[in-house]
């Protein structure tokens, strides 16, 4: 069994396209998380040249001791974690390192276990649409009906402020917490090819690209887009373009039904599965 520090993008992509990995695993963010002053290692355990494992680990030093997290990692290519997961653990410095897999391992638990709403974009256009909740499905007719331009753009950083201001304040107003919006500049000067915008007059919805795997970053909507159900649209429209270009997976964020139960019912109706991740325990 062979561990070593991949520093090849392409073989990264490579890797991290045969697991469906996640924006957390993916070389973007690791860059962006470079560029806020962060360290990234990226591993990968192998056995006769196959791959067992792989983990992106961003941290810092803290007064000389490693604190590294590897988010919705380590991704494992098989069922026997236990001799994968001790090989990655030896080769990291000395430190703090946590982790949360998708798969749930042997571990003390840190937190609750995160649940995210991911949809499958491998069925044809016509089966991803029969999946969605009838209410859903209604809600795009209508918004389909009210003919609205929606528009695709790569946008620049410029373009992005006035929408990451608006995820900034909802943030401070509702009192909850997710990437802050600082880090999506930094993801946009690492790649700006992985930004997608689709927005419609007063509504709108980023996503990020990355290999065969897409991520909903943040979104707005205003009277306007509320009154016709843009988002509906505007998801049905990033879906209808990702799927053409071949993504696999597209990830709605998280799910908390608790504290926000409209969002979480709005992601749920496109048919998404609620995937639970085990919680963060010691790597």
């Not at 790649?191 to 509504?203: K, M, Q, V």
């Amino acid at each position: 069994m062979e561990v070593r520090e991949i520093i090849s993008k392409a073989e990264w992509d490579a890797l991290t396209d045969q697991a469906t990995a996640p924006l957390t695993q993916r070389w973007l963010y690791g860059a962006a998380a470079e560029l806020c002053g962060r360290d990234c290692m990226r591993l990968g355990v192998f056995k006769d040249g196959q791959p067992l494992a792989i983990t992106q680990v961003v941290g810092k030093t803290v007064l000389g001791f490693n604190v590294g997290l590897t988010s919705q990692g380590p991704l494992f290519f098989t069922d026997n974690t236990r001799p994968a997961l001790r090989a990655l653990r030896h080769h990291l410095p000395l430190g703090f390192h946590v982790m949360t897999p998708r798969k749930r391992l042997r571990r003390l638990p840190l937190s609750a276990p995160p649940q995210l709403a991911t949809l499958d974009l491998t069925p044809s256009l016509p089966t991803i649409r029969s999946t969605f909740h009838g209410k859903w499905r209604n809600a795009l007719v209508k918004a389909e009906r009210a003919v609205l331009d929606v528009q695709h753009t790569s946008p620049t950083a410029d373009e992005l402020m006035p929408l990451l201001q608006l995820e900034k304040e909802r943030q401070s107003e509702r009192h909850y917490r997710a990437l802050p919006p600082e880090f999506a500049l930094a993801l946009h000067a690492a790649d700006a090819t992985a930004f997608h915008l689709f927005a419609t007059d007063d509504a709108g919805m980023l996503f990020l690209r990355h290999g065969n795997t897409a991520t909903y970053h943040i979104g707005h909507s205003g009277p306007h887009g509320r009154k016709t159900n843009a988002h509906n649209l505007l998801l049905w429209s990033a879906v209808k373009y990702f799927h053409d270009e071949g993504v696999k997976r597209l990830e709605l964020g998280t799910l908390n039904p608790s504290k926000a139960p409209d969002l979480a019912r709005f992601k749920l109706r496109t048919g998404a599965v609620a995937e639970t991740y085990a919680p963060a325990s010691l790597l």
